[in-house]
């Protein structure tokens, strides 16, 4: 059902979404949205488990972790290797660089 956009013309989502699509793109977060749906694969199923990536700009990806002993492993051991295995994953050289932090709550 279309609903009634400025100036009372008719506007469906097949009118919107692209234009949105390509805002989201340009954020990085169509990229994020990649990331997110192959994460377990990139990174693999144990770092997933306590990881979540949830910011991606300028080549930076932010990453929460549930508990801070797996965030120091993450940042001291395995953070060069994890850039490497997501660039290789999606087949495009999108990060530099990988800061974790303590997830909240």
Known sequence: MA???RYGKSVTTGDILPGSLKK??????????VLSATW???VGEDVSRHTEPCYLRARRLSVEVDDSIWMAELSRFHKRTM???I???LEE???DNIVFRLKKG
Do not use: F, H, S, Y
């Not at 989201?24 to 949205?33: N, S």
């Open 24 to 33: 989201v793109e340009k954020k990085g977060g169509g990229k994020l949205a």
């Open 93 to 95: 050289d999108i990060l």
């Open 87 to 89: 660039n290789k994953g």
């Open 3 to 5: 609903e009634r956009g």
């Open 40 to 42: 377990g694969e990139l």
């Open 83 to 85: 850039i490497e295995a």
